[in-house]
Nanobody, 118 residues
Framework: QVQLVESGGGLVQPGGSLRLSCAAS????????MAWYRQAPGKERELVAA???????NYSDSVKGRFTISRDNAKNTVYLQMNSLKPEDTAVYFC????????????WGQGSQVTVSS
């Protein structure tokens, strides 16, 4: 049974930081490209950041320079370090596992709420 379990979300003030974690089980983790998506109320889900099996990363323009995606294959975990958070970063954040980043994710986590508000 495949599970992607996110943790680390919460309420933070503008300018603050949070680190999301996504622990994977039931998959050969280092065979998958991993990604973080987010969905704000009334908006479509959008790709935030991705990291390939080989460790290459890419980011949406809205988070570039503020967010960092990383992975620890020994722990089957992908992280999203979020700095300089803005109210517009408020969303439910999902991690996903992709065989190919050009195709729909194969597996999704349940989501973790991030709220940026004073």
């Amino acid at each position: 049974q495949v599970q992607l379990v996110e943790s680390g979300g919460g309420l933070v003030q503008p300018g603050g930081s949070l680190r999301l974690s996504c622990a994977a089980s039931g998959i050969i983790f280092n065979s998958y490209n991993m990604a973080w998506y987010r969905q704000a109320p009334g908006k479509e889900r959008e790709l935030v950041a991705a990291i390939t099996k080989g460790g290459s990363t890419n980011y949406s323009d809205s988070v570039k320079g503020r967010f960092t995606i990383s992975r620890d294959n020994a722990k089957n975990t992908v992280y999203l370090q979020m700095n300089s958070l803005k109210p517009e970063d408020t969303a439910v954040y999902f991690c996903a596992a992709h065989i190919s980043l050009t195709r729909t994710a194969n597996y999704w986590g349940q989501g973790s709420q991030v709220t940026v508000s004073s």
